[in-house]
């Protein structure tokens, strides 16, 4: 095939129905899975849709319905999932699915092209997608041109990664620094910590900062203090200002996010940047600007100034690992032969 045959993205032209040309982008998490269409790198999403994650057996079933539901069947697919992707298989951590190997989703879908990424891989590929309305600045802090950024974010788990510009395009770090040591720091924190290691244990941060995280610091509260521990969502616990508990566990909720987003720029001198994503924050924006977020995220003792120089932001984009898929097919693409 020359030159001229292909397409400006080095795949060839569809040869059958336009809908061939679309490609499928994903963000699977352990409550739902986001689907999406988009076509070409610049494409805007389309057909937006979540699957509840437990109606499906496996990654292949859930892109399946979804094709299904939409009646497309693409040429290539980057599918972005909560957990980790080593050795050739990947797994969700909090969904209950089997291990898989993205060539068994690839060959089950009938695709051309299959990425399968972490979850918080992609949404750091979206940070240079993201605009001004995108975003809610936490604090003060300019960016430094060119250094790497970082993403931290508390939902059904907690997600961690980096991005690093280099002269081939931008390389994201996933990795898996949700499961770091809580940083307490006060003593009410210690002893949160302390009940935390009782019962599961571990102090690992993803047990306090996540959804079912923000319901444990309540619960722990509540037995200090010698109370009732009640029943509550965590959607509950960060819509009820009139209670005590509640009140005080999203503030510890903050202060710990802050403590621990601000570890995360530290050790990947994300000096571009530390972007706060998940389904938890942007519910409780208000109360994250007036927390001690920002103050634990600059209070690192001998580094401060070099802490309050670096800008942390609230993603309020509604769908950003979507676009963060579509960014590394766009990475993909080039290099792939048509089938």
């Not at 069947?73 to 969700?92: M, Q």
């Not at 997600?159 to 510009?165: C, E, F, S, T």
Request: glycine share 12%; proline share 9%.
């Amino acid at each position: 095939m020359s030159g001229a045959d292909r397409g400006v993205w080095g795949v060839a032209p569809p040869q059958e129905t336009p809908s061939e040309a679309k490609w499928l982008v994903a963000d699977v998490g352990g409550t739902n899975a986001r689907f999406a269409l988009v076509e070409g790198p610049d494409g805007a999403l389309s057909e937006v849709r979540a699957l509840p994650t437990r109606d499906h057996r496996g990654l292949a079933e859930a892109a399946a319905a979804y094709l299904d539901a939409v009646g497309v069947r693409p040429v290539a697919a980057c599918l972005a999932v909560a957990g980790p992707v080593t050795n050739g298989t990947f797994h969700l951590t909090n969904a209950g699915w089997p291990r898989s190997a993205p060539e068994a989703v690839r060959a089950h879908l009938g695709l051309a092209h299959l990425d399968v990424i972490n979850d918080f891989e992609a949404l750091a590929l979206a940070l240079p997608r993201l605009g001004a309305d995108d975003l809610v600045s936490i604090g003060r802090g300019r960016p430094d041109p060119g250094a790497p950024l970082a993403v931290v974010g508390p939902g059904t788990g907690l997600g961690v990664a980096g991005l690093v510009r280099t002269p081939a395009g931008y390389v994201p770090l996933p990795g898996e620094g949700g499961h770091v040591d809580v940083p307490a720091a006060t003593d009410r924190e210690l002893v949160v910590a302390r009940l935390l290691r009782a019962e599961k244990g571990a102090a690992s941060a993803e047990y306090l900062l996540s959804g079912a995280g923000l319901a444990r610091i309540r619960r722990y509260l509540a037995a200090i203090d010698g109370r009732p521990a009640l029943d509550l969502t965590p959607r509950q616990i960060s819509e009820d200002r009139d209670d005590p508990l509640s009140r005080e566990a999203v503030e510890m909720f903050c202060a710990l996010l802050g403590s621990h987003a601000g570890n995360v720029a530290l050790t990947l001198g994300a000096r571009g940047g530390v972007y706060l994503g998940g389904g938890i924050l942007p519910r409780i924006a208000d109360v994250l600007r007036g927390s001690a977020f920002r103050a634990r995220f600059e209070g690192k003792p001998p580094v401060e100034d070099y802490m309050r120089a670096i800008p942390t932001a609230l993603i309020v984009h509604p769908a950003p690992a979507l676009l963060g898929a579509a960014a590394r097919l766009a990475q993909s693409l080039p290099d792939l032969e048509p089938a």
